[in-house]
């Protein structure tokens, strides 16, 4: 069983990237279980169709905390999109506090810690366990899917912005403090691009500065906005664009995959002024 | 890293201890139950006491989602119960880490409660490595929500400790009010005398512990601070004595001081004498910081004092300088591993170590001097009173029956 996780900056497309991956992924008859990291608990809706499931958090807190007392399908959701691929999607949220309110990192240690007490990778035979993590590694908490082992394999979305590798470089950091205790690596960058010039040169030098590769880039395109609006993924909107076919594609760089590393990270001041570096050469 | 044992106990725990005794006070507890468990275990073995340990006991609920309306629900049900006039929230580690919005909370129940005064304070991780400070950080709480009243000229405040010290000040005031002037003392058993420290001009802490509650009466109510020191011992009540004298330029005090030193005299230098015939080495261990009043009171008396000191806010500092320079005491700023380590190092005849922080057994029996009324340390007549009985208590008979009970059932000395 492989275990991935997905980070990025705060609204770089995610859970949008992770759930293609996802459906992709069960595309090719694999057994596939998607856990959303994040408080707000929307990575699985668009596999789930439109529909945001009940959170292991909300589940636990109805039960007091009594893990005993939860069953597996109280909170891990059968994908309804099975019809249309190969493999199977098991669905679940952690959920979290509202805005504002509470410890979202401590929820997402629950959140794992339940999934594993309940068994449920090995219960359901799975290929691949897939983590969409909240954005920054604000604390310990998010950086729960990389320690203990949970997740081998890492890969952070990111743009060409300055903002967004910067964050990736955090990420980074995060890694390499992690890979000696649990064995996690990087396995790369994926491109979730903006539009910006020659921004896929600025990711594959990004990559290359931090020690790693790019593993695919998903075009700007408006047809992936409308998924979001319409509950559904690419692969039953559109899946004859070229949209879809970067989706597929990606996947395909991540599943046959073999180049981990250990990431450098970069600290802000450095980062900058190489990012200024290369922009004003493409501008030249 | 070795480990230190100087992070002895939580603050929370003196805070509660101190709240808990004042009339129309009732402290809240704002934390998981673990640290209701200890406040609760620490209050019992601190002193006989039956301090009501109201809490929230923060459960992984509470820590994911928020437990601000738990707290909420706490402060409004502790209300209906008690009726205090104030509810002191001691905010400890947990809240703190997920960041509750405790003034939120207190904003929101005062609007519903006009009546009710809440306040609160971060305990815990913030103040680590001295548990006395729970006293000066619980009142800073308590002055923030009272309020003004006239001033009295050449009035003064005593400011001293914890709840215990109210009403503990009668072997100094007693002087000052003799002298003509009005004193107000804080803290005091009930709100409304408490309330009267902002009638105060000037204020004269009696401990090293209340520097951040002098420090927020002083900014309240416009009131003048002066540190002299710490009326314990002989020298060091007639200091403290001297020193408001000559602050308020009352030579009344200095003539009151001249004649009970001159009473005590006879007294005084008997004691002297007898440690002189047979000498003590003590060393202090930090309690709620009674090491300060304690070492004061034997280094008067000419024992040699080895002290290590739990506070080191600015009085603290100024008080060992001062207690350096007058006794010559050693004072032990190093962290140590065991209490029995510096019992090896310095090799006392009696160890003082106020065992409500934390518990700690040392392997050979040693007259250990326990002095449950520590926090009436001030004043002449409480260091006569353990100079005339010391060595007579330092040699009760429970040594020689502990001996007998070694001799007879095997086992070495072990307390």
Redesign the interface.
């Known amino acids: 069983m492989r275990q991935i996780a997905i980070y990025g900056k705060g609204g770089i497309g995610k859970s949008m990237v992770s759930s293609h991956i996802s459906f992709a992924l069960a595309n090719k008859g694999l057994k596939v279980m998607h856990v959303g990291c994040d408080p707000k608990h929307d990575s699985t809706r668009l596999l789930l169709m439109g529909k945001m499931p009940k959170t292991i958090?909300d589940t636990?807190?109805k039960k007091?905390?009594a893990i005993q007392h939860v069953a597996r399908d109280e909170v891990v959701f059968e994908s309804p999109l099975k019809l249309e691929c190969d493999g199977k999607i098991y669905c679940a949220e952690s959920g979290?506090?509202?805005p504002g309110?509470?410890?979202?990192g401590?929820?997402v240690i629950?959140a794992i810690e339940t999934l594993q007490h309940l068994n449920v990778y090995r219960e359901l035979e799975l290929d691949v366990v897939l983590y969409d993590v909240l954005g920054d590694v604000v604390c310990g908490g998010f950086s729960m899917p990389i320690r203990q082992g949970y997740a081998e394999e890492i890969y952070i979305v990111s743009s060409g912005e300055i903002e967004v590798l910067f964050a990736a470089s955090n990420i980074c950091k995060a890694i390499s403090r992690f890979t000696s205790r649990s064995g996690a690596k990087l396995g790369g960058i994926i491109g979730n691009l903006r539009e910006l010039k020659n921004e896929e040169d600025i990711l594959n030098k990004f990559a290359e500065l931090l020690g790693t590769h790019v593993v695919g880039f998903i075009p700007y395109s408006e047809i992936i906005k409308e998924c979001s609006g319409k509950g559904m993924t690419l692969f039953q909107l559109a899946p004859h664009s070229k949209e879809c076919d970067a989706f597929q594609k990606l996947t395909d760089g991540i599943w046959n995959n073999k180049e981990f590393s250990v990431p450098k990270s970069i600290n802000f001041e450095d980062l900058y002024a190489w990012w200024k570096k290369l922009v004003a050469k493409r501008n030249a | 890293m070795s480990l230190k044992s100087y992070e002895h106990c939580c603050s929370s725990l003196q805070a509660l201890a101190t709240l808990g005794k004042v009339e129309g006070i009732i402290p809240l507890l704002h934390g998981p139950q673990p640290c209701a468990y200890q406040c609760q275990i620490g209050s019992m073995t601190c002193r006989p006491s039956r301090l009501l340990t109201a809490g929230t006991l923060i459960k992984k609920s509470e820590v994911i989602f928020g437990g601000e309306e738990n707290l909420k629900k706490q402060i409004i049900n502790m209300y209906r119960q008690y009726q205090p006039k104030i509810i002191v929230i001691i905010n400890t580690c947990v809240p703190q880490l997920i960041g509750e919005d405790i003034k939120g909370v207190i904003n929101e129940v005062e609007q519903e409660i006009p009546e009710l005064k809440v306040t609160y304070f971060d305990s815990g991780f913030n103040f680590p490595k001295a548990m006395p400070l729970g006293n000066d950080v619980a009142w800073v709480s308590i002055v923030r929500v009272l309020e003004p009243m006239k001033k009295v000229k050449g009035s003064i405040g005593l400011v001293g400790r914890s709840g215990q010290d109210a009403g503990a000040f009668t072997p100094v005031d007693t002087f000052l009010k003799e002298a003509g002037i009005p004193v107000f003392g804080f803290p005091a058993p009930h709100l409304t005398e408490m309330q009267k420290i902002s009638q105060a001009e000037i204020l004269f802490p009696v401990h090293v512990v209340p520097f951040l509650t002098c420090k927020e009466i002083s900014e309240r109510f416009n009131s003048k601070v002066e540190y002299i020191e710490v009326p314990s011992g002989i020298r060091g009540t007639s200091g403290f004595l001297r020193g408001v004298a000559d602050i308020l330029k009352n030579q009344k005090i200095h003539d009151l001081v001249d004649q009970e030193e001159d009473n005590i005299r006879p007294r005084f230098q008997a004691i002297k004498r007898r440690f002189a015939e047979d000498p003590v080495k003590v060393l202090i261990v930090y309690g709620p910081a009674s090491e300060f009043s304690l070492s004061k009171i034997l280094a008067d008396f000419g024992a040699e004092v080895i002290m290590v000191p739990s506070m080191r806010n600015k009085f603290a500092q100024m008080e060992k300088e001062l207690q350096k320079k007058r006794y010559g005491l050693t004072i032990v700023e190093e962290d140590f591993d065991l209490l029995e380590d510096l019992n090896e190092m310095y090799k006392p005849d009696v160890i003082f170590c106020e065992v409500q922080g934390r518990v700690e057994i040392i392997p050979k029996l040693m007259p250990v001097f326990c002095n449950m009324m520590y926090l009436t340390a001030y004043g002449y007549d409480f260091a006569l009173d353990i100079g005339e009985n010391f060595h007579n208590a330092m040699k009760r008979g429970v040594l020689a029956n502990w001996k007998d009970m070694v001799k007879r059932y095997g086992g070495e000395l072990h307390a």
Do not use: I, T, Y
């Not at chain 1, 309110?101 to 979202?104: I, K, Q, T, Y």
């Open positions: 958090l636990l807190r007091n905390f979290g506090p509202d309110l509470g410890c979202g401590k929820g629950e």
